[in-house]
């Protein structure tokens, strides 16, 4: 059967293309009453429906939102909701889709999820090159703030809620949770060392919830129509739907909002309409930059966090890349690296260092002149960062940063290393030549 999308996220700017994220539309559409319902419950069965749900983090670890607000070390206040609105996941569009084409949604979600924690202040943390979302939200976030829905004594609730938003300044770092709660108290955006952790001490030192933009979009439904309803979507421990990001090689690259549990062929195929001119996939990326990457033969594997999790592989962002015949898995690798090598913040020595030298080792692979060392090479510096070559999930560092620039690594290992070593061999240049980039800084100052 062709997949079709389930559309519950995406349903008001599909029903309302030209004027979905104004209030006009949302009021007309059903917007904010289930904050009315959520507030005539209390916070703690609010809470209980999301974990019902089963809803697990959009944002990229999975984690389970219920259990995660559960941390919050009870009778300690004030306490806020941070969304995480930085999405810097390389090919990750759909955040700025939703707060872009439907703020109030978000901020409907915003309000009963801060109303769940026992908050009463919430940030959204929206990312510097983000201009017109930005302006958006600042626009829904007045006029909620005119019809009621935050402000003071909520809908007569005696509940009260602002929401601060904040611009950050376009790093992909200040996307991790304890940098983006740094980048907000003013500082530079560096990782925190945990314990401890954010739930127990985060922004300000207080007790905080750091969402992502799609988990506190999908609040509003999983209340409106209960958690065990909305835990029948889905499959597995992973329920619901997903806003996919699709890239690369297909012919209708977008955002699809589908079941979870439907297979990465359905996706590329029905929805993305097959890959460019008729060709094949050679190998995907299955959950942003950060991944591991999957080669033709894992196209039906199930969107299933777990599923896809038993091959050292995540859903992440939930951006999926697709890469033809024709794409050169070297370049794609080096491009990756050279993207977290100039993302790195420096706090940690594995990561400042190592990234930089995967860059430049790759690079030189790249323009014919590697050396038939360099991909074992690559793989010890790779298990300097992430022991056991585990990327993204085991780590010398404070985040995961580094280990995201070994995914890229592992993969060529895993799926191209007869080509990458044959690649490694001297060409006759460079051997007349001696190491044409010694000398240029591009031997990175290894095996001299
Ligand atoms: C380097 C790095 C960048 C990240 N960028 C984002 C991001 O842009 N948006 C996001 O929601 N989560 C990002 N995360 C994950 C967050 O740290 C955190 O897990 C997430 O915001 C939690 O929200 P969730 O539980 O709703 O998924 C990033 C993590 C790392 C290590």
């Known amino acids: 059967m062709t997949l079709q999308e389930t559309r519950l996220l995406t349903k008001r700017m599909n029903d309302?293309?030209?004027?979905?994220?104004?209030m006009e539309a949302a009021l007309a559409t059903g917007a904010y009453e289930t904050l009315r319902t959520a507030l005539r419950m209390k916070p703690a069965d609010v809470q209980e429906e999301v974990k019902t749900s089963g809803l697990r983090g959009r944002g990229g670890a999975g984690f389970p939102t219920g259990t995660k607000w559960s941390f919050l070390p009870a009778g300690l206040y004030p306490r806020y909701l941070v969304v995480n609105a930085d999405e810097g996941e390389p090919s990750t569009f759909k955040d700025r889709e939703?707060?872009?084409?439907?703020?109030?949604?978000?901020?409907?979600?915003?309000?009963?999820?801060a109303y769940a924690i026992e908050s009463n202040t919430a940030f959204i943390y929206v990312r510097g090159e983000m201009a017109h979302a930005h302006d958006v939200l600042e626009r829904a976030l007045a006029d909620a703030r005119a019809q009621g829905f935050l402000g003071q004594n909520i809908l007569g609730s005696g509940y009260d809620l602002d929401i601060v938003l904040h611009r950050g300044a376009g790093a992909y770092i200040c996307g991790e949770e304890t940098a983006l709660l740094e980048s907000l108290e003013g500082r530079r955006g560096m990782p925190r060392i945990r314990p401890p952790f954010p739930a127990i001490a985060g922004l300000y030192a207080k007790p905080t919830v750091v969402n992502n933009v799609e988990t506190m979009a999908t609040v509003p439904h999983i209340v409106g129509m209960g958690g065990a309803e909305y835990a029948k979507l889905g499959v597995n421990r992973s329920t619901g739907t997903r806003i996919f990001s699709l890239s690369g090689h297909v012919n209708r690259p977008g955002n699809y909002e589908v079941e979870l549990g439907a297979t990465f062929r359905d996706l590329i195929d029905d929805l993305g309409g097959g890959v460019t001119n008729g060709g094949t996939v050679k190998f995907f990326i299955p959950g942003g930059a950060s991944s591991q990457?999957?080669?033709n033969e894992h196209l039906d594997v199930p969107l299933d966090m777990d599923e896809v999790g038993k091959l050292g592989v995540m859903l992440g962002?939930?951006?999926?890349?697709?890469?033809?015949?024709?794409?050169?898995?070297?370049?794609?690798?080096?491009r990756l690296v050279k993207f977290f090598a100039h993302e790195s913040c420096g706090k940690c020595t594995p990561c400042r260092e190592g990234t930089g030298w995967e860059e430049k080792i790759l690079y030189r692979i790249l323009h014919g002149q590697g050396r038939p060392s360099d991909l074992d090479l690559l793989l010890d510096i790779g298990d300097n960062i992430s022991p056991g070559l585990n990327?993204?999930?085991?780590?010398?560092?404070i985040c995961p940063l580094g280990p995201s620039s070994v995914s890229p690594i592992v993969s060529l290992n895993k799926y191209f290393r007869d080509d990458i070593i044959a690649r490694c061999t001297p060409s006759l240049v460079t051997m007349l030549t001696g190491n044409g980039l010694a000398g240029n800084g591009l031997d990175g100052g290894l095996h001299r």
């Open 293 to 295: 990457w999957l080669v």
């Open 317 to 334: 962002s939930g951006a999926v890349m697709v890469f033809d015949q024709d794409t050169d898995p070297l370049a794609v690798a080096w």
């Open 391 to 397: 990327a993204p999930f085991s780590q010398t560092t």
């Open 98 to 113: 939703l707060m872009e084409r439907d703020p109030h949604q978000l901020i409907e979600g915003v309000a009963i999820s």
């Open 16 to 22: 309302r293309p030209a004027d979905s994220w104004t």
